[in-house]
């Protein structure tokens, strides 16, 4: 079992930047696979940025660019900054972990981008 505990979110006004942080409950060295997804209201959950390891990374045509996702082990977190928000940013960022085979969720962290 893994825990993730997502924060960093909060309200920012359009231009602004952020870091989301997605802290597991076991060591990082262990998930191979971390994802941090994005939902707005009355939307599905869209994928924004992976990491395969310390270094293969994914973007999203819609944040390539503006954002990075990095990860340090030794505090079991992933990171990731955003830059350059814009009001089309807003919505509740999950971080996701494939551990042992099986996909995990955290609760979610809340952005909010005004214009």
């Known amino acids: 079992q893994v825990q993730l505990v997502e924060s960093g979110g909060g309200l920012v006004q359009s231009g602004g930047s952020l870091r989301l942080d997605c802290t597991a409950s076991?060591?990082?060295?262990?998930?191979?696979?971390v994802a941090w997804y994005r939902q707005a209201p009355g939307k599905q959950r869209d994928l924004v940025a992976s990491?395969?390891?310390?270094?293969?990374?994914n973007y999203a045509d819609s944040v390539k660019g503006r954002s990075l996702i990095s990860r340090d082990n030794a505090k079991n977190t992933v990171y990731l900054q955003m830059n350059s928000l814009k009001p089309e940013d807003t919505a509740v960022y999950y971080c996701?972990?494939?551990?042992?085979?099986?996909?995990?969720w955290g609760q979610g962290t809340q952005v909010t981008v005004s214009s």
């Open positions: 996701n972990a494939l551990f042992n085979s099986r996909y995990y």
């Open positions: 990491i395969i390891g310390g270094e293969r990374t």
């Open positions: 076991v060591t990082t060295r262990s998930i191979a696979f």
